[in-house]
């Protein structure tokens, strides 16, 4: 079965500071890894997903993420954090029937002015 | 382009009542897939809806069923309520039955059961 795990729940930066939030897989085959945005009170934003096509995905709202095979990892950053990038953040892999989504547990993002 | 609409958003109910939520996908989208997010954690997947069938289950006891209905639409259904069904309850759509790249997520109905 695949998973994700996600280390972190809270990640706090300053505004302007880079984004590292960490997103660790485990499948048997070839990943469709996904990042999503959820901000209180409102369901998920798809933020960026990574399909095979390339490594390095680019998202929306400046975050791009990086698809490591060796390190079964696909870590979601962000240069610069702003204010509004305050929400919860959750990885997720899609199951090999491409019929469902299975997420990590969420990491929620603080931005300090 | 309307997106996905869930109702109601929110609502209160007793234990060992019925429940039923509703969903109507994104224009041109097709299945329906619903998941369940318990407070502080991440969406767990219930089941898929394509073709007016279920496609795909998740670890969900009986006591969770839905329908699809030829227009798309989709309803969420709950029996004998606990406690622990207290849950913000997402729907996504997508198109094309398996192959799904773009989910579309509504803004979930929030279930409380007292």
């Known amino acids: 079965a695949q998973s994700v795990t996600q280390l972190g729940s809270h990640v706090s930066v300053s505004e302007g500071a880079l984004v590292l939030l960490r997103c660790n897989y485990s499948?048997?085959?070839?990943?469709?890894l996904f990042w999503y945005v959820q901000y209180p009170n409102q369901g998920l934003q798809l933020l960026l997903k990574?399909?095979?096509?390339?490594?390095l995905v680019k998202g929306i709202n400046g975050f791009e993420a990086e698809f490591k095979k060796s390190e079964t990892s696909f870590h979601l950053t962000k240069p610069s954090a702003h204010m509004s990038d305050a929400a919860e953040y959750f990885c997720?892999?899609?199951?090999?029937?491409?019929?469902?989504?299975?997420f990590g547990g969420g990491t929620r993002l603080m931005v300090k002015p | 382009d309307a997106g996905v609409t869930q109702s109601p958003t929110h609502l209160i109910k007793t234990r060992g009542q019925q429940v039923t939520l509703r969903c109507s996908p994104k224009?041109?989208?097709?299945?329906v897939s619903w998941y369940q997010q318990a407070l502080g954690q991440g969406p767990q997947f219930i089941f898929q809806?394509?073709?007016?069938?279920?496609?795909q289950r998740g670890n969900f006891p009986d006591r969770f069923s839905g329908h699809q209905f030829p227009n798309y639409s989709s309803e969420l259904n709950v029996n004998a309520l606990l406690l622990g069904d207290s849950a913000l309850y997402l729907c996504?759509?997508?198109?094309?039955?398996?192959?799904?790249?773009?989910?579309?997520f509504g803004s979930g109905t929030r279930l409380t059961v007292v």
């Open positions: 809806y394509y073709e007016e069938e279920e496609r």
């Open positions: 997720a892999v899609r199951n090999n029937a491409g019929n469902m989504l299975t």
């Open positions: 224009s041109g989208h097709d299945t």
């Open positions: 996504a759509s997508s198109l094309g039955g398996a192959r799904n790249y773009g989910y579309t």
């Open positions: 499948s048997s085959v070839p990943p469709y």
């Open positions: 990574y399909t095979s096509a390339a490594t």
